[in-house]
Nanobody
Framework: QVQLVESGGGLVQAGGSLRLSCAASGRTFSRYIMGWFRQAPGKEREFVGAINKSDGWTRYADSVKARFTISRDNAKNTVYLQMNSLKPEDTAVYYC?????????????????WGQGTQVTVSS
């Protein structure tokens, strides 16, 4: 089992940047693929991106491609989401998620463990 804690959210102006972190408990972090999702008020939780266990292969939603970057540091049990060129439509609660499979799923059901979320608000 793994516990996830996100941090780094906040209020930023359009065009700005934020870096979210997700710290995982335990000593088996490298055994999990990691994903980032977001949920805006009144909307379903949507895929942002994911990273595989060790070689850094990633996939992204089209809406964030070229603006957001996911990375992980297995020595620090942490995954990051660097968000650049933020837009008001990026406003949401951002969640990190983990799963022991090898599939970088784009649906929430593909992940077993979830953090509590961190709010990101982008003002226009």
């Amino acid at each position: 089992q793994v516990q996830l804690v996100e941090s780094g959210g906040g209020l930023v102006q359009a065009g700005g940047s934020l870096r979210l972190s997700c710290a995982a408990s335990g000593r088996t972090f490298s055994r999990y693929i990691m994903g980032w999702f977001r949920q805006a008020p009144g909307k379903e939780r949507e895929f942002v991106g994911a990273i595989n266990k060790s070689d850094g292969w990633t996939r992204y939603a089209d809406s964030v491609k070229a603006r957001f970057t996911i990375s992980r540091d297995n020595a620090k049990n942490t995954v990051y989401l660097q968000m650049n060129s933020l837009k008001p439509e990026d406003t949401a609660v951002y969640y990190c998620a983990a799963d022991p499979s090898n599939v970088l799923s784009v649906v929430p059901g593909g992940y077993t463990y979830w953090g509590q979320g961190t709010q990101v608000t982008v003002s226009s």
